[in-house]
């Protein structure tokens, strides 16, 4: 321990380096970045392959199979699903939790390469993403206005989105509720047979004089000159001008038989800003870019703009994320400083002003010192990085305080404050070491927790991690030098004299107050250790079997009061994107006379604001993104606006909404989730409307239940006679163009106007009046024998239309989810639907499994349970290295028995469900908070047992419990004060001067804060009882074994006498 003389000795050198720590920790903690919620890294990649027109049936058989068979060879491959749907297959991978994202996204490239020569070549160019949850918008900028033209909104929109994207913090700004440009050559069918034109010929007059020529260079022996043939069309009047025929009496050009003009493609989805239809721009922020930042700054670049736009355009901020990510921070800080007073008031009032302000300076040093690893790995300041600070601060002054305690009690016996912190600190050296090291076991196996929940839950453990390296340092280094500098010795009165010799010497149980208290009933329990022994496991078991009687069930994730909600609604029919919108905007109409809100943002068309095509049902039209009004603004919370919008939305004939609350971890999707797969389409889609029948019938408690089968609806096949046809000189292309020509359209070709940065489409088609399905009995078409009727060799009927068409890992799956109310456990409803399933009339050849929430509750189950048995068991080498006894390493790991079924007492008292993920991260984490008294306890045992070998075993154990009381309160109070106001479900701020019961912040984290406060409250009552007392069993065992073997003796000699 020479280091601590050293350091004492230089202690300009330590304090030195002391400053330089808290200004490194300082400058991380202004520059580290901010945001609401992790960048949790789902490892998941999608794959989207489109092909214009083509059908859900033969998306699958064409386009999504040979990309499996692809992608399913991929290393690392978790899964495979599969969306075939009209006109694009979408292929979403995802990966094991090993995966690495540049590796993948390769790996997938390689994989699609291979797979486009097995696809149709008429189809697109494969798009490859990967999800992040930094990709999703942190603001909405929407560009709206009754009477601006939708070119003028398109310009503004497009122009700021280049703006934005500038912005180092933007990865995207995406466009949303516009058309994309066209120009579109309307024909005039009259005038092509008037001059004899064929389709043919009026698709490669464009195709072949719209080509991008390399003609070379040329050398003429006095120089060598580049030639060029500007081939390329780049305006409007170069297409009007291009020739179709040409004969002796003229040339027939484009302008002659079609009406050019550059308009927009025909609307396929609309947004609206707080009612008015909009163009929007999705803001999406890098990885690790702060969220304040980045949405100030666009916030003040669109405000700049904004004054050179026409007076009525309308700018509005949807969607915003920075004022509750701020809201967020500021209440987290908040109860972190509350805290941080609390703590300073207990420590304080225990070791007086002086050695509890040397305790309290631990606090902003170990915060500050834990930002410069945070910055180190990169991490961004989130609520799991704050609360683990929240959680550290109560455990971090426990070191200090043990340092600080004793070398306090060592002045008081006459030693110089260099000399007492010196002998503290070597007295205190192994125990703080051990009981730091035990608290890190127990969240160390928390860093391998796989997946997404893995990659969300980390950020707290490491965050713990950097906290006590900071706190460690702190008690074992600076606290000592600082002590021994400014620490006055102690010159007690009589009392306080006589106090401290009758814990070093004297009777303890004559004591007075706490201690004496304690100390007497400390001796009656250790003179009766079996009574005390079997007092304890009935109070143990008594709590486990009430609780086995009335608990509340099983939760993943605990809910919290929302800020925001998302509305989805679903409809089914052949709609068109105007119907959709109209019936969008009648729900609009319902939830704008609810009120409630401060912003609502409308998107139409099946896209939602989720990370996958697979979140929204299959008939899902349109959604609404809505931030609620302040909360001190309105008289309800959250669940009551979602409750008032199902209400106000539940009587529109044809129309089904789902209300769904923002999910309080990681993206998983609906909390029921029950996934057929098979081969039988028909005898999925029958199976799974049974299922959603009986669970809208027979289960209570359930909302938003839907499902992913195939939308009813109907669509026209064209049926081509081919032997006809080719009697006639035609074709199924001929056929199909000319029927195209009727639709959307025949894309000719592109080209890039001096004001566009993307190409746009060229697109010959029928006028208006002369599109519709009704047109095909008139339509003629162009052949080799002339032109004949379509008419004569095509039929058309209408057909059932199946939109979608899902697969996962080559079967073909349909989901049946919903979600629960407040008063329901999903587990409860799982396990009502398994035992229904068991004697439902399921068809053979249909596999059933539970998916969403309920498989990642006991993923997360399973992890925690194996991370709690790693835990102690880490604990147990740590102890049994230490004390090099396997009886005080049991004793010691006994606490967490206590405090487990202190956490369960919690739960009764509070009327809470058991979260797998809160109150399961709670009890490990108390796994290794609860054990530091004991590691206290009994190393002082243990010294005193060396030091005064001549003293009785139960004055040793009575003593020692007389010692270690106050450090142990201190301790313990420390650890709950922090966290009590949480584990209340109370936000408390001193500086905003603002409490608040049943916030958002604080309602997510009361089940992992109560859990530690009720178990280290319980904990450590009883083991200031129980573990002196166990200290004593193995003298009253050899006694006994003593005993018998004498009276075994006795017997024998007796015996042998009586002979």
């Given at each position: 321990m020479k280091f601590i003389h050293v350091a004492i000795n230089r202690s300009r050198t330590t304090l030195s380096i002391m400053v330089v720590l808290i200004l490194m920790g300082w400058t991380a903690y202004s520059n580290i970045p901010l945001e609401s919620n992790p960048d949790v890294s789902v490892p998941v990649v999608v794959v989207i392959v489109p092909h214009e027109g083509i059908s859900p049936e033969d998306s699958e058989r064409l386009l999504a199979k040979p990309m499996e068979l692809e992608l399913r060879a991929i290393e690392g491959v978790k899964e495979i699903s599969a969306s075939a749907g009209e006109g694009s297959a979408v292929l979403?991978?995802?990966?094991?939790?090993?995966?690495?994202?540049?590796?993948?996204?390769?790996?997938?490239?390689?994989?699609?390469?291979?797979?486009?020569?097995?696809?149709?070549?008429?189809?697109?160019?494969?798009?490859?993403?990967?999800?992040?949850?930094?990709?999703?918008?942190?603001?909405?900028?929407?560009?709206?206005?009754?009477?601006?033209?939708?070119?003028?909104?398109?310009?503004?929109?497009?122009?700021?989105?280049?703006?934005?994207?500038?912005?180092?913090?933007?990865?995207?700004?995406?466009?949303?509720?516009?058309r994309e440009e066209l120009l579109e050559a309307v024909v005039d069918p009259a005038q092509l047979e008037t001059y004899g034109i064929t389709n043919n010929e009026l698709f490669n007059a464009v195709s072949s004089n719209n080509r991008l020529i390399a003609a070379g260079a040329m050398d003429t022996g006095k120089g060598s000159f580049s030639v060029k043939v500007p081939g390329l069309l780049e305006s409007g009047r170069d297409v009007l001008d291009l020739p179709i025929k040409a004969s002796a009496d003229g040339v027939i050009t484009l302008s002659n038989v079609t009406e050019v003009r550059r308009t927009f493609k025909d609307a396929v989805n609309f947004t609206r800003a707080n009612s008015q239809t909009s163009i929007s721009l999705?803001?999406?922020?890098?990885?690790?870019?702060?969220?304040?930042?980045?949405?100030?700054?666009?916030?003040?670049?669109?405000?700049?703009?904004?004054?050179?736009?026409?007076?009525?355009?309308?700018?509005?901020?949807?969607n915003d994320q920075a004022p509750s990510t701020l809201e967020q921070v500021n209440t987290l800080e908040g109860n972190i400083t509350t805290a941080m007073l609390l703590v300073l008031v207990v420590v304080v009032a225990a070791v007086g002003l002086r050695s509890g302000i040397l305790v309290a300076l631990g606090i902003p040093f170990s915060f500050l010192f834990s930002f410069i690893i945070l910055s180190y790995l990169d991490y961004t300041y989130n609520m799991m990085v704050m609360f683990g600070m929240l959680l550290g601060l109560g455990m971090l002054v426990d070191g200090a305080i043990v340092i600080i305690e004793y070398a306090d009690r060592k002045m008081t016996e006459g030693l110089s404050p260099t000399e007492a912190y010196i002998d503290s600190t070597k007295r205190m050296f192994w125990p703080v070491l051990a009981s730091t090291a035990t608290t890190l076991a127990a969240f160390l196996p928390l860093l391998f927790w796989p997946g997404v929940m893995g990659d969300f839950m980390k950020y707290l453990p490491v965050t713990v991690f950097a906290v006590m390296a900071g706190a460690l340092l702190y008690a074992l280094l600076f606290a000592p030098v600082l002590g021994a500098l400014f620490s006055k010795p102690i010159k007690a009165d009589k009392k306080t004299k006589h106090y401290y010799d009758t814990l070093e010497s004297g009777d303890t149980t004559t004591l007075g107050g706490i201690t004496g208290t304690y100390a007497r009933v400390l001796r009656f329990a250790v003179d009766h250790a079996f009574l005390t022994l079997f007092i304890t496991f009935v109070v143990l078991y008594s709590i486990i079997s009430l609780y086995a009687a009335n608990n509340r069930g099983v939760v993943l994730f605990t809910d919290r009061d929302p800020d925001f909600t998302q509305v989805l609604v679903s409809s089914q029919g052949n709609f068109s994107a105007a119907e959709i919108r109209d019936i969008v905007v009648d729900v609009e109409n319902k939830l704008v006379d609810a009120g409630h809100f401060k912003t609502m943002y409308t998107r139409t068309g099946p896209q939602g604001f989720s990370s996958s095509s697979s979140s929204t049902a299959s008939d899902?039209?349109?959604?609404?993104?809505?931030?609620?009004?302040?909360?001190?603004?309105?008289?309800?919370?959250?669940?009551?606006?979602?409750?008032?919008?199902?209400?106000?939305?539940?009587?529109?004939?044809?129309?089904?909404?789902?209300?769904?609350?923002?999910?309080?971890?990681?993206?998983?999707?609906?909390?029921?989730?029950?996934?057929?797969?098979?081969?039988?389409?028909?005898?999925?889609?029958?199976?799974?409307?049974?299922?959603?029948?009986?669970?809208?019938?027979?289960?209570?408690?359930?909302?938003?239940?839907?499902?992913?089968?195939?939308?009813?609806?109907?669509?026209?096949?064209?049926?081509?006679?081919?032997?006809?046809?080719?009697?006639?000189?035609?074709?199924?292309?001929?056929?199909?163009?000319?029927?195209?020509?009727?639709?959307?359209?025949?894309?000719?070709?592109?080209?890039?106007?001096?004001?566009?940065?993307?190409?746009?489409?060229?697109?010959?088609?029928?006028?208006?009046?002369?599109?519709?399905?009704?047109?095909?009995?008139?339509?003629?078409?162009?052949?080799?024998?002339?032109?004949?009727?379509?008419?004569?060799f095509v039929t058309r009927a209408p057909k059932a239309k199946v939109s979608s068409i899902s697969r996962l890992d080559g079967k073909r799956v349909m989901l049946v989810r919903a979600n629960t109310t407040d008063e329901v456990v999903p587990a409860a409803v799982v396990e009502q639907m398994v035992e229904w399933l068991k004697t439902a009339n399921i068809p053979a050849g249909i596999d059933i499994q539970f998916r969403g929430s309920n498989e990642e509750q006991q993923a997360s189950a399973s992890f925690v349970g194996t991370a709690f048995i790693l835990a102690l068991l880490l604990m147990a080498i740590l102890l049994v290295t230490q004390f090099n006894n396997f009886y005080q390493s049991a004793l010691i790991l006994s606490a967490v028995i206590m405090s487990t079924v202190g956490v369960l007492l919690g739960l009764i008292i509070f009327d809470q469900t058991f979260s797998t993920v809160m109150t399961g991260v709670g009890i490990v984490a108390l796994a290794g908070i609860i054990v530091n008294n004991n590691i206290v306890l009994i190393d002082t045992y243990n010294y005193l047992r060396i030091e005064h070998k001549d003293w009785h075993i139960k004055d040793v154990i009575v003593r020692t419990g007389a010692q270690r009381l106050r450090p142990v309160f201190l301790t313990t109070f420390t650890t709950g004060f922090g966290l009590l106001p949480m584990a209340l479900g109370t936000s408390v701020d001193v500086f905003s001067r603002n409490i608040e019961f049943g916030g958002p912040v604080a309602s997510f984290w009361t089940h992992l804060a109560s859990a530690i406060v009720s178990g280290l409250t319980f904990a450590t009552l009883l083991t200031l009882i129980v573990t002196p007392a166990m200290l004593i069993m193995p003298y009253h065992l050899r006694a006994l074994i003593k005993k018998i073997k004498e009276r075994t003796l006795f017997k024998k000699s007796g015996d042998a006498s009586a002979l």
């Open positions: 979403i991978i995802e990966f094991d939790v090993s995966f690495e994202s540049n590796q993948a996204i390769s790996d997938v490239r390689e994989a699609v390469d291979k797979a486009k020569a097995k696809i149709p070549s008429t189809a697109e160019e494969p798009i490859i993403n990967e999800i992040r949850a930094a990709e999703f918008p942190v603001v909405v900028v929407s560009f709206a206005g009754n009477d601006v033209p939708e070119r003028t909104l398109y310009n503004i929109a497009r122009k700021m989105r280049d703006k934005l994207e500038t912005i180092p913090g933007v990865l995207s700004a995406d466009l949303q509720g516009h999705e803001i999406s922020k890098r990885k690790n870019a702060n969220l304040i930042d980045t949405v100030d700054e666009v916030r003040r670049i669109v405000n700049e703009e904004a004054v050179n736009f026409p007076v009525s355009v309308n700018v509005r901020f949807m899902n039209i349109g959604s609404f993104f809505i931030e609620f009004s302040d909360r001190r603004d309105r008289d309800i919370d959250g669940y009551e606006i979602n409750d008032l919008y199902r209400q106000v939305t539940s009587d529109i004939p044809g129309v089904r909404i789902d209300v769904i609350n923002p999910e309080p971890g990681p993206p998983i999707g609906k909390e029921i989730q029950i996934q057929l797969s098979g081969q039988n389409i028909n005898s999925m889609i029958t199976t799974s409307r049974m299922i959603k029948k009986y669970m809208e019938e027979n289960v209570e408690g359930l909302v938003g239940i839907d499902d992913t089968t195939p939308v009813p609806g109907i669509e026209w096949e064209i049926k081509v006679d081919r032997a006809r046809a080719a009697m006639l000189g035609a074709d199924v292309t001929v056929a199909g163009t000319a029927v195209q020509l009727l639709t959307n359209g025949v894309m000719i070709g592109q080209y890039r106007p001096d004001d566009a940065e993307e190409e746009v489409d060229i697109r010959i088609r029928y006028p208006v009046d002369e599109r519709g399905i009704h047109q095909l009995d008139q339509l003629r078409v162009n052949t080799i024998n002339g032109q004949v009727p379509l008419s004569s």
